[in-house]
C-alpha cells in the first residue's frame, strides 16, 4: 500500500521555482528509462511538437493524465486489447508521482511510503494487481521503521504486531499498550473481510455479479463463519468511520486516539472520524501482522512510473507528453474526443477517461451539456488544503550512519493533526536508493500534508517581492523540521539545491484546482464519486472518484474504469490469468 501524503496523496507535484526552465528537467528525465534506453526511442512514448501531434490522431479510449490512476487504467485497457492513448500535459509522465532531476540529483515529487508491491493473489495491494497484469515488476528496498519526532518525544516507530508496544509504554502508559492491543485483537480479524474483495474484481455495471458476487461470495461467507457472531457484526462497520470502532471499543487513551488520528491523515488526508474502516484495517493488516514490512522502490518513485508505462507499451498503448487537453468534445450528448491547446482533434472511438480531478475535469466539458445537479454537486464538494513543498539535495557527511529514509514531525497534538504547519513528513529517499543523488550526497522531499491554505496564496504573483516573502515565512516550518530530523550535521546553507514549492507552485505543474489534495468527503456522511458521469462515453478515475484518496486508492480507480470498458469474459479471463 503506498500512503497518499507522501505523496496519491496525492498527489504531489513537480515543484520548481516559477522561472524554472522545464527543458532542463526535461532532458534529463526523458533520457531516462529503466533499460538504458533512450525514451525518446521508444516509438510509443509520443512527444508532441508545438502544432502537430504524432502518431494516429484516434484511440479506442483516450486518457486525459498520466497520474497512477490514468496509467493503471490505460494500461490495463492495453492488456484487454483496446487501443488506447494517454495524453499527458508534461513533459514526464507520471503526474503526482513524477520524478525530476536537478544537478544529478533525482526527486520523488509525490508518494514515497509505499507497502505491497510484493503482494500476489486475491488479497494484494490493487497497485500490485496491476503490475502484475501488466507483467510488470518493480524492485524495492525493504525497511520497517520511521523516526517520529512528537511533544512527549522521539523515537523509531517500528512496523509489526508488538513492536509498537514499548514505544506507547515508555511515551504514552500502560493502559495505552492495553488499548492498543485491544484494537489490534478487534480489528485484525476483519482484514479477512476488507481483504476478500480484491479490487481488480470490481467493475461499474451488472457484470460486478459475475467478476465479484459469484467469484468470491465463498471466500467472503467463510470469512463471516471464521470471525463468528461478534466479528461479523464488527464487519457491518467497514463502511462506516473509523471513529466509530474506537468508541465502540471505548478507547480513552489520548495518545492512542491521536496516534489513530495521524496515520488515517497520512493515509487519506482525514482524520479517524472521516476515514473508512475498511482503509484503517486494511493498512492495519499490512502493518501489523507478523513479517510486515515497508517498501521503497529502487530508483525511486519514477520506476513505478516507469514500469506502468513500460505495461502500456507492452501492450500496444501510447502515451504522448506536451499534449495538453483543453476541451473534452461532446457530440450527440456523447464524449467522442478531446481537443489539444494546438487545436488539433483526437478521436475516441469508444470512450473519453479523465484521470483529472473533479473540478478540472469539470472545466474541460462545454457548460451546456453539463446536467445542473452534476456541476452543482462538484461545486460543492468540500476540497483538502494544499501543499508547501521543501526539495534538497545536500552533503551527507556529519549525518549519523543510521539516519533512516522517513521522518515525522508533530508539533501540537491539541491543534489536530488536519491543522495548518503543524504536520511535517520528511523523505530521505537517497538512504535506500542512493543512486538518486551523487555520491556523498542526499536528497530530500520534505512537505506539510494537504494543510496549507490556499486563500493565503489566491492571487498572488509569483513574481512579486510579497510572495517571496510569504514562500520565505510558511517554509520555515518545514526547514527546521528538516534540521530537528537531520541533526546538528545538517546546514541550510550547504545544500547543492534547494526549492521551496507552494500551493500555487503545486495548482500549476500539477494543473489541480486551488492546488489541492483532493475531495475532502468524509465517511458516513459523503461517499466518493462513482465512475460513469451524466455525459455518455466519458468516465472519471483518479483521487475523484471511489475508492478515494491515496496510491492502492488512485489505481483501484483506474482498474475498475479499464474493467467497465470490457466484456465480463475479457474481465474473468484477466482475473483467472493473474490468479485472484
Not at 103 to 121: A, C, I, N, T, V
Not at 382 to 403: K, N, T, Y
Not at 542 to 562: E, H, Q
Request: hydrophobic fraction near 40%; aromatic fraction near 8%; glycine fraction near 8%.
Amino acid at each position: 500500500m503506498a500512503l497518499s501524503y507522501l505523496p496519491t496523496h496525492p498527489h504531489l507535484h513537480r515543484f520548481l521555482p516559477p522561472n524554472f526552465k522545464s527543458s532542463t528537467v526535461r532532458k534529463s528525465v526523458l533520457a531516462r528509462s529503466s533499460n538504458g534506453q533512450d525514451a525518446s526511442s521508444r516509438g510509443s512514448l509520443l512527444l508532441q511538437e508545438k502544432n502537430s501531434f504524432p502518431g494516429k490522431p484516434e484511440a479506442d479510449i483516450v486518457v486525459i493524465g498520466s497520474g497512477i490512476g490514468g496509467l493503471c487504467c490505460g494500461g490495463l485497457l492495453a492488456r484487454y486489447g483496446q487501443e488506447v492513448l494517454v495524453l499527458e500535459s508534461h513533459d514526464q509522465p507520471g503526474g503526482a508521482a513524477h520524478s525530476f532531476k536537478i544537478k544529478d540529483y533525482e526527486f520523488d515529487s509525490g508518494p514515497s511510503l509505499f507497502s505491497g508491491f510484493q503482494s500476489r493473489g486475491p488479497q494484494a495491494n490493487p497497485l500490485a494487481q496491476v503490475l502484475d497484469a501488466l507483467g510488470e515488476s518493480l524492485p524495492c528496498a525493504k525497511y520497517d521503521s520511521w523516526m517520529v519526532y512528537i511533544p512527549e518525544g522521539e523515537f523509531l516507530s517500528r512496523i509489526g504486531p508488538t513492536e509498537f508496544y514499548k514505544d506507547l509504554e515508555k511515551y504514552a502508559s500502560k493502559n495505552a499498550v492495553q488499548e492498543w492491543k485491544k484494537l489490534l485483537d478487534a480489528i485484525l480479524p476483519l482484514s479477512a473481510t476488507a481483504t476478500a474483495l480484491p479490487p481488480l474484481s470490481i467493475r461499474g455495471d451488472l457484470g460486478v455479479l459475475s467478476t465479484v458476487a459469484a467469484r468470491y461470495a465463498p471466500s467472503l461467507l467463510k470469512s463471516f463463519i471464521q470471525m463468528g457472531p461478534q466479528g461479523a457484526l464488527g464487519a457491518t462497520k467497514l463502511l462506516r468511520p473509523f471513529s466509530e470502532i474506537i468508541d465502540s471499543l471505548e478507547l480513552e487513551d489520548p495518545f492512542v486516539r491521536n496516534w489513530i488520528d495521524l496515520l488515517a491523515f497520512l493515509l487519506a488526508g482525514v482524520k479517524s472520524n472521516g476515514i473508512l474502516s475498511a482503509e484503517m484495517v486494511y493498512m492495519f493488516a499490512e502493518w501489523y501482522k507478523p513479517g510486515c514490512s515497508l517498501e521503497y522502490p529502487l530508483h525511486g518513485s519514477g520506476a513505478l512510473v516507469n514500469a506502468l508505462v513500460r505495461g502500456i507499451e507492452k501492450f500496444g498503448g501510447r502515451l504522448s507528453l506536451r499534449s495538453h487537453v483543453e476541451k473534452i468534445v461532446v457530440e450527440n450528448d456523447r464524449a467522442t474526443g478531446v481537443k489539444l491547446s494546438s487545436g488539433q482533434f483526437i478521436r475516441a472511438r469508444k470512450a473519453v477517461v479523465s484521470n483529472a480531478s473533479m473540478w478540472d475535469t469539470l472545466k474541460l466539458l462545454p457548460k451546456e451539456v453539463v446536467p445542473k445537479s452534476y456541476r452543482d454537486r462538484i461545486d460543492m464538494t468540500p476540497q483538502c488544503e494544499s501543499f508547501m513543498h521543501l526539495h534538497l539535495g545536500f552533503d551527507a557527511e556529519g549525518l549519523r550512519e543510521d539516519l533512516g529514509i522517513h521522518h515525522i514531525v508533530v508539533n501540537d497534538w491539541d491543534r489536530g493533526v488536519d491543522a495548518d504547519q503543524n504536520v511535517v513528513l520528511i523523505s530521505v529517499p537517497s538512504v535506500l536508493s542512493p543512486d538518486l543523488a551523487p555520491p556523498g550526497k542526499h536528497v530530500l522531499h520534505a512537505y506539510t500534508p494537504g494543510t496549507e491554505p490556499f486563500e493565503l496564496w489566491k492571487g498572488l504573483d509569483p513574481r512579486s517581492a510579497e510572495y517571496k516573502k510569504l514562500k520565505a515565512e510558511r517554509s520555515e516550518v518545514i526547514w527546521r523540521a528538516v534540521e530537528r530530523a537531520l541533526g546538528p550535521g545538517f546546514s541550510r546553507d550547504k545544500c547543492d539545491v534547494k526549492l521551496v514549492g507552494t500551493p500555487l507552485t503545486h495548482q500549476r505543474f500539477l494543473r489541480r484546482n486551488r492546488g489541492t489534495y483532493g475531495p475532502a468527503i468524509q465517511a458516513g456522511k459523503e461517499t466518493f464519486p462513482g465512475h460513469s458521469t451524466p455525459i455518455p462515453q466519458l468516465y472519471c478515475c483518479g483521487d475523484s472518484t471511489f475508492p478515494g484518496i491515496g496510491v492502492p486508492a488512485v489505481a483501484a480507480s483506474g482498474a475498475i474504469v479499464a474493467n467497465s470498458l470490457v466484456s465480463v469474459s475479457q474481465h474473468s479471463e484477466l482475473l483467472d490469468a493473474i490468479g485472484i
